[in-house]
């Protein structure tokens, strides 16, 4: 990401009223006037994600669950917020496999609500194993 990137990324929303609805929507932009050229590369990738192995070993991370969100996005969660922090966050989850950038903000929340009330075993290796697929392909990745 560029510095400053968030003040770049309100002084861009203030500007275009189109990225102010499609961020509102999806709390990501499809053409994120803060990632570098290089940025794009790696998130395309998903090599970002590696540093998160780390945070798996330390216990603070699972392999599989919720993805962590932003700080400035709990408000915007509202009644989801309690139920899907119930679980540790995860480096992968089912709504990674079902969208991922694609999916609106509402439907990562229904997603992960849904992650939260059916999680087990078999259904975290299912998710682990289409995730590696999905980085393979780059399916969803923006």
């Known amino acids: 990401m560029v510095v400053d990137a968030d003040d ?6 203030a500007e275009n009223e189109e990225a102010r609805i499609e961020y509102k929507k999806y709390k990501k932009l499809k053409n994120d006037p803060r990632i570098t050229i290089i940025g794009k590369f790696i998130r395309k ?6 540093p998160q192995f780390i945070n798996v070993l330390k216990g ?11 700080p400035r996005e709990i408000e ?3 009644e989801s917020f309690e139920e899907i922090v119930k679980v ?3 480096l992968t989850g089912l709504w990674q496999v079902n969208g991922r950038s694609e999916t ?3 439907d990562r ?5 849904e992650y939260v009330q059916k999680r087990g075993m078999k259904l975290d290796i299912k998710i682990f194993i289409w995730t590696i697929g999905k980085v ?4 969803g990745a923006k």
Request: glycine share 8%; no cysteine.
């Open 104 to 106: 609106t903000f509402e």
């Open 136 to 139: 393979f392909v780059k399916e």
């Open 88 to 90: 540790k966050p995860g």
């Open 60 to 70: 603070e991370m699972s392999l599989v669950g919720p993805r962590p969100y932003l």
């Open 8 to 13: 770049k990324l309100s002084k861009y929303l």
């Open 45 to 50: 990738s998903s090599i970002d994600e590696f």
């Open 109 to 113: 929340l229904r997603i992960d609500k």
């Open 76 to 78: 915007d969660m509202g």
